[in-house]
């Protein structure tokens, strides 16, 4: 699929088929995701995939019950690491990981719409629940969740959506 084409059609998917994804669509999904820049090429995140039933059924309890993260054949949640020697002490310092993991989470989407794939960035979530259902280490945090699936309806990657208009998005030599 064309690159633009890609862009232009990932929607947030909150409606899933059963269908399972097969294991190299997944894998290329995972690999287009650690391929993302990162400051200093610290790479400093991991993918933990969700297809445990009970265990997602949990993770859409610790969502604010948003049924969808947990009707779907698998579940991803992306987590970063802050690491004190690579904040430079800029402004951006604090914000490093959260940066990080914000890229490669967009390769994924971006990727899983190439396959086909629905998603949805999930902001609305209990960090420490997420973290202590799945292990994650304490000086690790989850960044964003995310449903994985064929959408049940194709025609949800088509839906209109609002963005700024050329105008409001860019402008020439001046905010
Ligand atoms: C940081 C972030 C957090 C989000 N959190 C949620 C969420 O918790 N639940 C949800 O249904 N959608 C969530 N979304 C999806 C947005 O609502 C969605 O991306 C936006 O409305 C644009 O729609 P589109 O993704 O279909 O283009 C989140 C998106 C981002 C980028």
Redesign the pocket.
């Known amino acids: 699929m064309d690159f633009y084409e890609v862009i232009n059609t990932?929607?947030?998917?909150?409606k899933y088929k059963a269908t399972e994804i097969p294991q190299e669509v997944i894998k290329k999904v995972m690999i287009a995701a650690g391929i993302a820049p990162s400051g200093r090429n610290r790479q400093k995140w991991k993918y933990i995939l969700v297809y445990d039933k009970k265990m997602q059924k949990q993770l859409v309890e610790f969502?604010?019950n948003?049924e969808?993260?947990g009707n779907c054949p698998v579940t991803v949640v992306v987590c970063g690491a802050s690491i004190p020697q690579h904040n430079r002490g800029n402004y951006m310092g604090e914000f490093g990981m959260l940066m990080d993991t914000?890229i490669t989470f967009t390769h994924f989407m971006l990727a899983a719409r190439a396959e086909g794939l629905g998603t949805?960035?999930?902001?609305?979530?209990d960090n420490e629940k997420v973290k202590t259902l799945l292990d994650v280490p304490e000086d690790w945090d989850v960044v964003?969740?995310s449903p994985l699936g064929y959408p049940e309806d194709e025609n949800a990657f088509h839906?209109n959506?609002k963005?700024l208009d050329y105008d409001e998005l860019v402008s020439i030599d001046q905010f």
Not at 120 to 125: A, Q
């Open positions: 990932r929607r947030s998917i909150r969502c604010r948003q969808f993260v914000s949805c960035w999930i902001g609305l979530y964003a969740l839906s959506i963005r």
